[in-house]
């Protein structure tokens, strides 16, 4: 049964993700829990139970969020139910992906290829989102190495734990 507390936080974390992303409150209590439940794999029923919602209610927000890479479902050894657990291992989950940027990238170049022959002014629009999109990749680039670095640093000293491996 969660605490008082790890109830609250979750609360604090529903009202974060919803200002600041746009998410579903269910989608940012569900992350705040994991974040702080013990065990840190509950399953969708255990789930439910804890954030008084209905099992669909609970399965949804995990969806919402698996795109997003941030939350891992895996099956112990013999069990037939899903448990979900925080998962900060791909770039995605730390706003490190550069797909997004990539993304914008080519849609602004091929805007600009579309108006190729138009004047300046015109064009000044797609040029500008192009740039950003390439400053943007570049600082992400130089952010995730740093943080990689900075990540490897804070293990070595004790202050964070590795990185648990596959199922773990």
């Known amino acids: 049964m969660p605490t008082d507390a790890e109830l609250v ?5 529903a009202r974060h993700c919803a200002t600041h992303y746009g998410l579903p409150p269910m989608v940012g209590r569900l992350l705040g829990y994991l974040a702080v439940c013990d065990p840190p794999d509950p399953t969708i029923a255990e789930l439910a139970e804890a954030l008084l919602a209905s099992r669909s209610a609970i399965t949804n ?3 919402a969020v698996e795109p997003m890479q941030s939350v891992r479902r895996s099956r112990r050894a013999g069990e037939r139910m899903d448990r979900v657990r925080i998962d900060l291992t791909s770039p995605r989950a730390l706003g490190l992906d550069m797909t997004e940027y990539e993304d914008l990238r080519a849609l602004a170049r091929e805007g600009l290829e579309v108006v190729r022959d ?11 989102v192009a740039a950003y999109a390439d400053f943007v990749h570049e600082q992400v680039l130089r ?5 990689e670095a900075r990540r490897a640093e804070l293990v070595a000293a004790g202050e964070l734990p590795a990185r648990p491996g596959p199922g773990g």
């Not at 936080?9 to 974390?13: G, S, V």
């Not at 952010?143 to 943080?147: G, P, S």
């Open 9 to 13: 936080f979750a609360d604090h974390m």
């Open 61 to 63: 927000a995990v969806k």
């Open 118 to 128: 138009a004047p300046p002014e015109r064009r000044a629009v797609l040029l500008e």
């Open 143 to 147: 952010i995730r190495d740093e943080w």
